[in-house]
């Protein structure tokens, strides 16, 4: 089991343009969620997808968007790239079970580093 | 807003020293609560986590973190920390999906 793996593993790009970056989640699961990690801090949430559809939105504006495939994997768009969007991107994988209040285990990839410029 | 702080942004201690990491959350029905470990270039690791029951739970790698629901607290602990150790820990919180985290702890060991 590769485990939730994601692409690429470092980036860099120049103020106003556009970014994907891409996740494929553990075998088994369902959900994907993606998160911001800038430099000091905690991750903060973005969004979460389910089949292939966004269940949870964070704090974000509307410049981040993703999307989710069928085979479950999914890609996290940015545009119009800010400085402060330079950060580690995370991206966990988990199962859905139940309602959208229960929790099953999140399995977090290495991220994709992205720096702006 | 949901929140969780993790007062010490940086702790040092000498290797086979007890340790002890804070972590305070803002409550709320249903607190989901867990402990990750991040190396650097690496994504979180889950240490351990807390739904319901015993207030005490055990993790991996020796760690094992108590639930206080009175003083909104999920601390973390170890009772002899080795070189390995040496990370950045996050506590968290998921409430509806969503997870919270606190901006870390970065553990230092001391040879």
């Known amino acids: 089991d590769a485990g939730v793996t994601q692409s690429p593993t470092h980036l860099i790009k120049t103020r106003g343009q556009q970014v994907t970056l891409r996740c494929s989640p553990k075998?088994?699961?369902?959900?994907v969620s993606w998160y911001q990690q800038a430099l000091g801090q905690g991750p903060q949430f973005i969004f979460q997808?389910?089949?292939?559809?966004?269940?949870q939105r964070g704090n974000f504006p509307d410049r981040f968007s993703g999307h989710q495939f069928p085979n479950y994997s999914s890609e996290l768009n940015v545009n119009a790239l800010l400085l402060g969007d330079s950060a580690l991107y995370l991206c966990?994988?988990?199962?859905?079970?139940?309602?959208?209040?229960?929790?099953?285990?999140?399995?977090f990839g290495p991220g994709t580093r992205l720096t702006v410029l | 807003a949901q929140s969780v702080t993790q007062p010490d942004i940086h702790i040092t201690v000498s290797e086979g020293a007890s340790l002890e990491l804070r972590c305070n959350y803002s409550?709320?029905?249903?607190?989901?609560l867990f402990w990750y470990v991040q190396s650097p270039g690496q994504g979180l690791q889950l240490l351990l986590k807390?739904?319901?029951?015993?207030?005490l739970v055990q993790g991996i790698k020796g760690f094992e973190a108590e639930f206080k629901r009175s003083q909104s607290s999920f601390n973390l602990r170890k009772p002899s920390v080795h070189w390995s150790d040496a990370a950045e820990y996050f506590c968290?919180?998921?409430?509806?999906?969503?997870?919270?985290f606190g901006d870390g702890t970065t553990l230092t060991v001391k040879p």
């Open positions: 966990a994988s988990s199962l859905t079970s139940g309602s959208i209040g229960s929790y099953n285990e999140q399995f």
């Open positions: 075998s088994g699961h369902d959900t």
């Open positions: 997808y389910y089949e292939e559809e966004e269940r």
């Open positions: 409550y709320g029905a249903t607190p989901y």
């Open positions: 807390y739904f319901s029951g015993d207030t």
């Open positions: 968290a919180k998921t409430n509806a999906g969503k997870s919270t």
